[in-house]
């Protein structure tokens, strides 16, 4: 039974830094993308980071610079590194995993329970 459970999540200042873990189980790694995405209250889910089964990474323009994904092959961890968080950072943060990069913004077949992330002003 494939299962994704994220940590790390919490409440800091504008400036501060969190990293997210998602702990993966009874799935073959490289055989999935990874991505993290986040979706704040009234808002539209919005892409965070992909990772995929050579563990290239992609950003959008909003976190790039500040976030960075990595996978832990050691403890089967994806983890997201934030730095420098902005109060527009703040939201419910999901790791997904799919067979697909392509489109595994849009559908997945594994998504974790999530883990909130508040950034004051």
């Known amino acids: 039974q494939v299962q994704l459970v994220e940590s790390g999540g919490g409440s800091v200042e504008a400036g501060g830094s969190l990293r997210l873990a998602c702990r993966t189980s009874?799935?073959?790694?490289?055989?999935?993308?990874m991505a993290w995405f986040r979706q704040a209250p009234g808002k539209e889910r919005a892409r965070v980071a992909l990772i995929n089964a050579a563990d290239s990474t992609i950003y959008p323009e909003s976190v790039m610079g500040r976030f960075t994904a990595s996978f832990d092959n050691a403890n089967n961890t994806l983890y997201l590194q934030m730095n420098n968080l902005k109060p527009e950072d703040t939201a419910v943060y999901y790791c997904?995993?799919?067979?697909?990069?392509?489109?595994?913004?849009?559908?997945?077949?594994?998504r974790g329970q999530g883990t909130q992330v508040t950034v004051g002003s």
């Open positions: 997904v995993a799919d067979r697909f990069c392509s489109s595994i913004f849009l559908d997945f077949l594994y």
């Open positions: 009874g799935f073959t790694r490289s055989m999935y993308c």
